[in-house]
């Protein structure tokens, strides 16, 4: 009988595993590539594989001397040791996190790539933090950063920001970027929440298969001359850490980590992406660096996806020092190359060969899981083109840092803007308006860029960006300078944490309103990156509230202006506004789009990606339970469960105005199978042209399971003439609606379903229940 039962478990797991080697690619095999890779495969020594398995940071390269003094120089010795000794396949960062030029970059990675094919005849592949543009190659061009991205709704913009990026940074030989960001920003105390595209799992999906696209093109195969590889990040359940605090653990259930956290890694994945980077902490007790689930069945076989995994900075030694899932780095790399890891991004010490070769030679880990993750370096190698050209010249991309793609970040800087709040139409600012520009915001590149800007921390854009404008410096240009007056009141102290400020001056800035029509309050927070953002109380800062209250003292109306890389809590100060703008940060071009928008030369666009919290203890999403939003639970006790947002998601307002009607579908009735064509539509109703982001929410009435509120089903953007109308056409899979129901699976259940563009709302009905047995629709 125990025979018997070990034989008929034998076939289940034998059969489970052909299934899932029967998925369809998500991306299709290239058999020239395969040949390459296995003919070089079977060359390779134990050696030349981990080594290819190994990340370094370019520090460890370096001349120490020259590491931090803007003159960098690589070291032959240390050279010889990273590549002739330990054969080590992969660089990133860039010396000392200070921006480089491309000429530089052209000259180190030059050097690095004859190093490498030296030593061991397999080019190194570099990578960089290329957030939100040119990060680290000086004089590109910057975009806003992600959450900006995510509030202009608008594909089009993440796409061509993906291409110029990846333009600019091919420019200094870099093919590889540790970007887009897919966490999905659902808790504004984390610090990284401006990295991603807002809260939401759709807008993170579309957003990141656009910014795929544009980076990497629509060739995974064949990375062109102007394409990089993207690396998505971080994967998964990063956004939302019980504690709020960046690399703390977090507490997701199953549902939620495949129906909302995996969504975006699954589209782009889908789309073509090349390469995957861990979430720094741990889901649900479980490091997701020692994740067999999430890395190797989730990512590699559920969806027969042939890329690679890369930890997180020096993650592999967490899975001992922090997490204590393992006793020492010898048993933290077994587990986390046993779980999927293909490259462990050190980033300072060698020894993980050392330690991986030990591994091998104990059984410990397999010889099929080294040839496993090798092949995978080196498919996107070769995909890459790494060994045919290694290095580009920068003569060859000539409109790095142009004209052309500076128009491009402007524009997107103007879309993502969100006015919030526009009492008596106080914007756009009347001519000869006598202006106040205050608040430690109003003079600062480092504030409108944020972290990941020239610097990890973002310290170096008011050095590195100094030809562009900062709010000040803009409002001068527009507004002409006789107009403008400015006193901060409030400075930061920018040699210090970025929440410190300086004594303030807030007398001065009030002596200065008396003498002014507006008062522009620049407001928010430091730049910051990554850990040292943490923060414990989301409330603006004690000195800038007190800024604006005695501002408003004056009697003079105020625009509050904020700035920053997540909602500060401003409720006791919104009140005294009558106008507020939130800039989050719009990068180099953010000024000028602010003073574009102000003067009303263009139009506010922008709605939020993410819900504006109105207290620190009262957080949440849009897309919250009914039960969250509860009064007075009859006959009893009011039940206090209300879930209230200063402003909501999706919401921003225009200069003029926008009608919906005749809001209509093909059909009221649908299955699984079915496509649903939904039409509407949308009039400008003002006297101004104007963009409109029209978003689609669906509403599950009754489930097995208790939905959502809403959800955002599709969007898209359109542009209005005054007084033009334009119908919309947003098209759903009925299979769009599915959940991810008690048992982990995917069902669409029949019953009704409430569908809401604008005002306008109607309802369908799903006639038929489906439940998916594959973990993926």
């Not at 594989?49 to 070291?75: A, C, H, N, R, W």
């Not at 997180?312 to 780095?329: F, G, M, Q, S």
């Not at 104990?362 to 290694?390: H, Q, W």
Request: with cysteine; hydrophobic share 35%; proline share 4%.
């Amino acid at each position: 009988m125990k025979r018997n039962f070990v034989f008929l478990l034998a076939i289940v797991v034998l059969n489970a595993c052909t299934a899932k080697e029967s998925a369809k690619p998500v991306i299709a095999k290239n058999q020239e590539i395969e040949q390459k890779v296995e003919a070089l495969l079977n060359r390779m020594t134990l050696e030349e594989k981990i080594g290819q398995m190994t990340q370094l940071t370019i520090d460890v390269l370096g001349e120490p001397e020259t590491i931090y003094q803007g003159d960098f120089q690589l070291s032959e010795a240390r050279m010889d040791t990273v590549f002739g000794v330990y054969k080590v396949g992969s660089i990133l960062n860039t010396p000392g996190t200070i921006a480089q030029t491309r000429e530089k970059w052209h000259e180190i990675i030059s050097k690095i790539q004859e190093k490498s094919m030296e030593e061991i005849g397999i080019p190194c592949i570099y990578g960089l933090d290329q957030i939100h543009g040119s990060t680290y190659i000086l004089d590109g061009t910057m975009f806003p950063q992600p959450l900006n991205m995510g509030a202009t709704f608008n594909r089009s913009l993440v796409r061509k920001g993906g291409e110029i990026t990846a333009y600019e940074t091919k420019a200094g030989s870099v093919p590889w970027t540790f970007s887009p960001t897919l966490d999905l920003g659902r808790d504004p105390r984390w610090p990284r929440m401006w990295e991603n595209y807002g809260e939401d799992a759709f807008v993170n999906a579309v957003m990141g298969r656009e910014a795929v696209l544009g980076l990497q093109g629509d060739d995974p195969n064949k990375i062109g001359k102007e394409q990089i590889a993207v690396c998505l990040k971080h994967y998964m359940g990063y956004g939302v850490p019980f504690s709020g605090k960046d690399r703390t653990p977090a507490i997701i259930s199953e549902q939620q980590l495949r129906e909302k956290h995996f969504a975006p890694y699954l589209e782009a994945i889908r789309t073509g992406a090349l390469s995957v980077m861990c979430n720094s902490g741990s889901v649900n007790g479980m490091p997701v660096h020692a994740s067999y689930e999430l890395l190797t069945e989730w990512l590699k076989e559920d969806l027969n996806w042939d890329g690679m995994i890369v930890t997180d900075w020096a993650d592999i030694n967490n899975l001992y020092t922090r997490e204590k899932v393992a006793e020492n780095k010898k048993e933290a790399i077994k587990l986390a190359i046993n779980a999927g890891i293909d490259m462990a991004m050190e980033p300072y010490d060698w020894d993980f060969c050392i330690l991986l070769k030990e591994l091998v030679d104990e059984g410990e880990v397999k010889m099929s899981r080294i040839n496993d993750a090798v092949r995978r370096v080196l498919r996107m190698k070769y995909r890459l083109g790494l060994f045919e050209t290694p290095v580009y010249d920068t003569e060859d991309f000539p409109l790095f840092g142009s004209e052309e793609h500076a128009q491009v970040a402007l524009e997107a800087a103007e879309e993502s803007m969100v006015l919030l709040k526009n009492e008596n139409d106080i914007l756009p600012l009347a001519d000869g308006k006598k202006i106040l520009v205050t608040g430690p915001n109003a003079n600062s590149m480092r504030t409108l860029n944020g972290g990941w800007s020239y610097t990890w921390q973002g310290k170096g854009a008011d050095k590195f960006a100094a030809e562009h404008n900062t709010i000040l410096e803009a409002f001068n240009e527009k507004f002409g300078d006789n107009n403008v007056v400015y006193q901060p009141g409030v400075t930061y102290n920018n040699a210090g944490e970025y929440w410190e400020e300086n004594e303030p001056e807030i007398d001065k800035a009030v002596a200065a309103a008396y003498g002014v029509d507006v008062i522009f309050a620049c407001i928010g927070e430091n730049s910051y990156c990554e850990t040292p953002g943490n923060l414990s109380d989301l409330t603006l800062s004690e000195n800038q509230l007190n800024l604006v209250k005695a501002l408003s003292k004056t009697g003079k109306p105020i625009v509050l202006v904020l700035n920053g890389g997540r909602p500060r809590v401003i409720s006791e100060i919104e009140p005294l506004a009558d106008a507020v703008v939130d800039i989050m940060l719009p990068g180099n071009y953010g000024s000028d789009a602010l003073a574009n928008l102000i003067s009303g030369e263009t139009n506010f666009s922008g709605k939020l990606p993410f819900s504006y919290p109105k207290a620190v203890n009262s957080l949440g999403s849009y897309d919250y339970k009914p039960s969250e939003h509860t009064g007075t639970m009859e006959g009893v006790y009011n039940y206090n469960a209300q879930m209230s947002f200063q402003w909501a998601f999706g919401y921003g307002l225009s200069y003029t105005g926008f009608e919906y009607e005749n809001f209509s579908v093909d059909k009221t009735s649908f299955t699984a199978e079915d496509d649903l064509t939904f039409t509407v539509d949308v009039t400008n109703t003002g006297d101004r042209a104007g963009k409109e982001s029209v978003l689609l929410f669906s509403s599950d009435l009754v489930a097995s399971l208790t939905p959502d509120v809403r959800r955002l089903r599709a969007f898209k953007k359109i542009e209005l003439q005054p007084g033009e109308t334009k119908t919309v056409t947003l098209t759903l899979k009925g299979s769009d609606l599915a959940f991810v129901g008690k048992d982990g699976k995917w069902i669409l259940e029949e019953g009704d379903f409430r569908i809401q563009t604008g005002d306008q709302v109607l309802d369908i009905a799903c006639t038929k229940t489906k439940k998916w047995e594959t973990p993926n629709i």
